[in-house]
């Protein structure tokens, strides 16, 4: 019996069979960047997945018009694009699993760069999205974009696709029309949620009318948009039970808007944090299905929301790109071999932003399907070496295992992980923690011989005869050249992190790039309320709402971050700096650029700001300052005469998505 059988169970939507209740939803990926064409990175992709077992993949959004969102979105504007969908859906269907197309129509949120000229939507506004000025749309716009829907359905439908997703979530054009807070129109289309719901409900009937009864219709919503003034799970619910009425097969339930200050894909967002939004919407519709998104990392958390009838379907996105075989592995009773997505947005969002191809920190096949076809059996099996296991050593150590390799891996303490293995829980970035656990399970099942509290020196390494060494020992921290660095008081990252040192009073961060703008919000939250008593406090009224709000956000450090560069955030994501950076404001975390550190002295640190010298409060310095490569064993392994390889931070590589790719990049070469 599986231990996931409500997630491995068929559901039917419409007149569509699904074997499992996993959906890869739609994800934005950048691989169709020649005018929305299907290209074979994207078939490619959602082969793979698809062999991996999903039983619906979305993909999309699928612009239904030159409006939409322009030439980087899969096109479904055209009949000359039926072609193009009818490969990916031969591909997927192949494979065994269903397919269908997002019907993309972002309206003010269509960047004008991108599509020639100002976005339309239900009034005239400038998009707190695009920063836009966007125009209102006339009579004859709303039944031409209607128009496209229902055609862009006709067109999936006859390129062979299983089903559509109309998209009325993340504050895209359909939110536009329900929101109060944009829509200010005094027509039939706005004042009453009645109104403010008609433009979504008059596409579902044209599009139901483009493609029959028995096709499946589905939609995406907002569970809620956080949004002052805009809907929440309220309203959601209303606009969901009048979709279901209209016609629609499937509801597909997120959370927020694009625009929203609540973080909804990051770390902050606990796993399954959404799962409430989907079942309140679920409470009430009568009998049409529903889909949960957002933060669902695991089969068990999968499982836990079926169970307690949130919702019917489970939406997968950015773990799907993590592990395509997530499904596969769940099925066969081995979740501990899945990579999980760790919410990091690196490889991602990140990418997204940079308008590049999407790839993924853990996975770095993804984004590179058709040209990478994974790692390939050895010619001729060899005995290899790896010292250290951090992420890009582990990583290094299954590639090459997987092809057949003997591989020994060699790590000085007691765990593997590297960094990975202390900074993810203080930092709030628990799923990091998940990178050594399924690492060391793939290590054990591909037979790698794991030799930790091992330090490793030329001479044992040469005796194992390796025909190669990778050298993927990482790196420890700068001390940087300033008066007063040694004195008791002064401490780095990383013994703050490992909870070696505890800081006092007033604590001065000495460098404001990630590290130590992460570790001076982890020494900010010190005091601050934790979960358990927020949802004491919470739950028996022991504060009020307000009371416990301030000290949510209350610690008992006064920090400051000095910064010699001009501006702080040095290695943060741009999807994941508006975060970091609301943190800071919100813990009251001062932050100084363009400073020159002159001393650290007895409660004080000296340094120059604004062309002044200044004595700033200090109780406790912490070091943020760099790290330096620990390479010293690459020179006298090479006078062995051995072959040797240095990656991740011994080789000056920076982050986990940096040392995890060229592990996997030198383990597929070896």
């Given at each position: 019996m599986s231990d996931y059988p409500l997630l491995f169970s068929p559901i039917t939507l419409n007149q569509l069979e699904l074997k499992n209740r996993i959906v890869v939803p739609a994800m934005h990926l950048n691989y169709t960047m020649d005018n929305g064409k299907v290209t074979d990175q994207l078939v490619e992709f959602y082969r793979v997945r698809a062999r991996g077992g999903a039983?619906?993949?979305?993909?999309?959004?699928c612009a239904i018009n030159p409006l939409a969102g322009g030439p980087i979105f899969v096109s479904l504007k055209s009949d000359e694009d039926i072609p193009g969908m009818s490969r990916l859906a031969e591909a997927v269907h192949a494979e065994g699993s269903a397919v269908g197309a997002q019907l993309y129509m972002a309206g003010a949120y269509s960047h004008p760069m991108l599509i020639g000229e100002p976005g339309i939507s239900s009034s005239a506004h400038t998009s707190r999205f695009t920063k836009s000025e966007c125009r209102e749309m006339t009579d004859e716009d709303i039944a031409q974009t209607q128009d496209d829907f229902a055609a862009a359905a006709r067109r999936a439908k006859e390129a062979g696709l299983d089903m559509v997703e109309i998209l009325g979530s993340a504050g895209y054009l359909i939110c536009q029309f329900l929101s109060p807070v944009i829509n200010k129109r005094t027509d039939e289309y706005g004042g009453s949620i009645e109104n403010r719901m008609r433009f979504g409900l008059e596409t579902i009937a044209k599009v139901r009318a483009a493609v029959g009864d028995?096709?499946?219709?589905g939609i995406r919503i907002a569970g809620n948009d956080f949004v002052p003034g805009s809907h929440t799970n309220e309203e959601a619910a209303l606009f969901a039970k009048a979709c279901e009425s209209a016609g629609v097969d499937m509801i597909n339930v997120t959370g927020g808007w694009h625009e929203t200050r609540v973080p909804q894909i990051t770390s902050e967002l606990p796993p399954g944090g959404f799962s409430y939004l989907a079942r309140g919407v679920r409470r009430?519709?009568?009998?049409?299905?529903?889909?949960?998104?957002?933060?669902?990392?695991?089969?068990?958390?999968?499982?836990?929301?079926?169970?307690?009838?949130?919702?019917?379907?489970?939406?997968?996105?950015?773990?799907?790109?993590a592990d395509p075989e997530f499904p596969a592995k769940a099925k066969a009773g081995r979740p501990d071999l899945i990579r999980r997505c760790v919410a990091c947005n690196q490889g991602c969002f990140d990418a997204v932003a940079e308008l590049k191809p999407i790839g993924c920190m853990v996975n770095p096949r993804a984004g590179h399907e058709a040209t990478d076809p994974g790692p390939q059996p050895a010619v001729a099996p060899k005995s290899i070496a790896v010292i250290g296991g951090g992420p890009g050593g582990c990583q290094a150590a299954i590639t090459a295992a997987s092809r057949g390799h003997q591989v020994t891996l060699i790590e000085a303490t007691d765990h593997l992980g590297g960094q990975l293995a202390w900074w993810n829980d203080p930092l709030a970035k628990r799923d990091f923690g998940s990178i050594p656990a399924w690492q060391g399970a793939a290590l054990a099942e591909l037979g790698v011989e794991v030799l930790l509290s091992t330090t490793a020196d030329a001479e044992m390494v040469a005796e194992l005869?390796?025909?190669?060494?990778?050298?993927?020992?990482?790196?420890?921290?700068?001390?940087?050249?300033?008066?007063?660095?040694?004195?008791?008081?002064?401490?780095?990252?990383?013994?703050v992190l490992k909870g070696e040192?505890?800081?006092?009073?007033?604590?001065?961060?000495?460098?404001?790039?990630a590290a130590g703008l992460e570790t001076a919000i982890a020494v900010a939250r010190i005091g601050a309320l934790t979960e358990e008593q927020v949802y004491y406090m919470a739950l028996f009224g022991a504060e009020a709402p307000q009371v416990i709000g301030d000290l949510v956000a209350s610690g008992s450090h006064r920090v400051t971050v000095l910064e010699m560069l001009p501006k702080v955030g040095a290695g943060i994501g741009r999807s994941t700096k508006w975060i970091v950076y609301g943190l800071l404001k919100r813990f009251g975390v001062a932050t100084h650029t363009k400073v020159e550190v002159k001393a650290i002295e007895e409660g004080t640190v000296r340094a120059v700001m604004d062309g002044e010298e200044k004595l700033i409060p200090a109780d406790s310095v912490i070091l943020a300052t760099g790290y330096t490569p620990a390479d010293e064993l690459a020179a006298p392994l090479k006078e062995l005469g051995l072959k040797v390889e240095v990656i991740g931070d011994a080789a000056g590589g920076g982050s986990a998505l940096t040392a995890i790719h060229q592990g996997y990049h030198l383990g597929c070469s070896l």
């Open positions: 039983g619906l993949l979305i993909v999309g959004g028995e096709f499946c219709v009430a519709v009568d009998a049409v299905p529903v889909a949960a998104s957002n933060r669902i990392h695991n089969p068990g958390l999968a499982e836990d929301i079926l169970a307690r009838g949130d919702a019917d379907l489970i939406c997968l996105g950015r773990p799907s790109l005869k390796p025909d190669a060494v990778v050298l993927a020992a990482g790196g420890r921290p700068t001390v940087p050249p300033i008066p007063g660095v040694d004195l008791p008081h002064v401490v780095q990252t990383w013994d040192a505890r800081p006092r009073g007033e604590v001065v961060v000495i460098g404001g790039g």
